[in-house]
């Protein structure tokens, strides 16, 4: 198993600033992926976080709006840009250990954000 | 592509009740089947997975049965306790296998 931390745990912010989340993991994992979760909403995939290269962003999402770095197999970092009062969610960081065809994903306790 | 719909809530139920969430899929191939669960205030754990066809997932009283003649996965606990409310959320892998689609979360209201 894996266990997640991640820092800070909520933050209040301005519109049009950035704030950097870090996700530090206690093990080596494989996979490490960030998350966002809006209010009442299920969670969604922003990208695959991967080490020494740029990350994998899923649709709808933008290296310029949520630059990712992971500079090692148990760290990364999480950047929300520009922020508006539409970014305010729970963003999670998670790790595994390999293919999701049988392997677990272990998750953080998530970033509470609001964007004032 | 792999989706999971999820029943939706919010169910709110007495302590000692029997709990059943219903979760069914679409997918290519037999992926593996997760329920995590997402305590107030804190982030999601994993409660039980089934990683083949006919496999029963167990955690805490929690069990879930992978059925793919049904394509379901419905989560059940004989006995609901108060410390049992929490959102549930459904997942599998997506066609690649390398990250996981949840569906829409559940919300569980257990009552003394």
């Known amino acids: 198993s894996a266990v997640i931390s991640q820092k800070p745990s909520r933050d209040i912010c301005q519109r049009g600033t950035s704030l950097t989340i870090q996700c530090q993991v206690d093990?080596?994992?494989?996979?490490m992926f960030w998350y966002r979760q809006q209010p009442g909403q299920s969670l969604t995939l922003i990208a695959t976080a991967n080490q020494g290269s740029e990350a994998t962003y899923e649709s709808g999402f933008v290296i310029d709006k949520f630059p990712i770095s992971r500079p090692n197999l148990t760290f990364s970092t999480l950047t929300v840009s520009n922020m508006s009062p539409e970014d305010s969610s729970i963003y999670l960081c998670?790790?595994?250990?390999?293919?999701?065809?049988?392997?677990?994903?272990?998750f953080g306790p998530g970033t509470r954000l609001t964007v004032l | 592509g792999n989706s999971v719909t999820q029943m939706e809530g919010p169910v709110t139920l007495s302590e000692e009740a029997f709990l059943t969430i219903n979760c069914t899929y679409t997918?290519?191939?037999?992926?593996?089947l997760f329920w995590y669960v997402q305590y107030p205030g804190e982030g999601l754990q994993l409660l039980l997975k089934a990683t083949k066809a006919d496999d029963k997932g167990s955690n805490k009283g929690f069990e879930a049965t992978y059925r793919k003649e049904t394509t379901s996965f419905h989560l059940e606990k004989g006995s609901v306790q108060v410390s049992d409310s929490a959102v549930y959320f459904c997942a599998l892998p997506n066609q690649a296998g390398t990250a996981l689609i949840f569906g829409k979360g559940t919300t569980l209201s257990v009552s003394s």
């Open positions: 093990s080596q994992v494989t996979m």
């Open positions: 997918a290519t191939g037999y992926p593996s």
């Open positions: 998670s790790g595994g250990q390999g293919a999701f065809s049988t392997d677990t994903q272990y």
